[in-house]
């Protein structure tokens, strides 16, 4: 499996990256820091990528570049910290030369994506040794939350024992992290288009064509209809519209909900609630009313839809 971001590519080690990774794993700034020793030769970092590095949910960190490796980041499973089958610890380390640019806050931001988007993690763990605060830096940029500390830890490769520092990003967390929260732009009918389609294609409607993406344009100019959406990053992950009116439920302007989507892998992780609070809170109105399905009223009483209006006809 391999990843990309804007800078890196996060792909497996192999044999053939030995010289490149002995270049920076012989910096004594580098392994002692993480709990291991300086590597010695490129053989012994050849039989390292061997036994240790060359393992499932271990990525080498690569500059697009030079396609070349700098770094490593990975997910261990049932470690000291994580337990449990629905949790994992993020671990990392950088060559010296590339240390300050922000790399590992980049790298472990598309490896926390897998965590909790592709494999559902509910939890990820991370620590650092006391004195440590290049470590410490990057995972508060990451959102982690400090737990505790242990005195006397075991560092068996080092023959010490160090303080430890304990840190915890939960799936609500990092969401709250990477998904941000605006109103849908004119000049952003493309990837609204996009959810649009998926939308229909899911619930078995034809696609809608050419005519209607024309139409919702102009109706959003206009401002006869407002989009809200989800972002992750720069990706549209789900959306909403308010239509504002006078509503004389409580004499004041009430809005209609619509046109609610969310991507399947942003589902059941917060993203659906905060994006109908937030549509509420900045279309102005003083309620709003959504017509639906019997079998989506739970769905809606769980986003905080609570208040029955009988039934909601529609004239054509």
């Known amino acids: ?40 030769g490129a053989d012994q970092t050849r039989q390292v990528i061997r036994d240790i590095l060359a393992v499932p949910e271990t990525y080498a960190i690569v500059w697009k570049e030079t396609g070349l490796p700098i770094g490593s980041i990975s997910l261990h499973f049932h470690s000291d910290l994580a337990e449990k089958d629905d949790e994992a610890e993020l671990g990392y380390w950088l060559g010296v030369p590339w ?34 605060e290049k470590s410490k830096r990057v995972q508060e940029k990451l959102g982690f939350r400090h737990q505790w500390v242990t005195d006397n830890v075991p560092v068996p490769q080092m023959g010490q024992t160090r303080k430890g520092h304990a840190n915890l990003l939960t799936r609500a967390q990092w969401r709250e992290t990477v998904t941000s929260y605006r109103r849908i732009m004119p000049e952003e009918i493309d990837p609204l288009w996009e959810l649009q389609k998926a939308y229909k294609a899911e619930i078995g409607e034809d696609e809608p064509g050419g005519q209607e993406r024309e139409r919702l344009t102009r109706a959003i100019e206009a401002g006869q209809i407002r989009f809200y959406g989800a972002w992750d990053g720069g990706q549209l992950v789900g959306c909403c519209s308010v239509t504002v009116g006078f509503s004389t439920f409580d004499y004041a302007p009430g809005g209609v909900f619509e046109d609610f989507y969310i991507r399947p892998e942003y589902r059941h992780q917060g ?43 529609a004239f054509e």
Do not use: Q
């Open 99 to 132: 240390w300050g640019r922000g790399i590992v806050p980049e790298a472990a931001r598309e490896v926390l994506r897998h965590a909790f988007a592709d494999l559902k993690l509910e939890r990820v763990w991370c620590g650092y040794f006391d004195g440590n």
């Open 1 to 40: 499996m391999t990843f990309e971001t804007k800078r890196l590519i996060l792909r497996p080690w192999e044999e053939s990256d030995a010289e490149e990774c002995y270049r920076y794993a012989r910096d004594p700034r580098v392994g002692p820091m993480c709990g291991w020793p300086p590597h010695t």
């Open 271 to 313: 993203v659906a609630r905060s994006l109908v609070r937030f549509a509420y809170r900045e279309s102005g109105v003083s309620s709003l009313t959504v017509g639906c399905a019997d079998c989506d009223m739970e769905m809606y009483r769980s986003l905080g839809f609570s208040i029955p209006l009988g039934n909601l006809l």
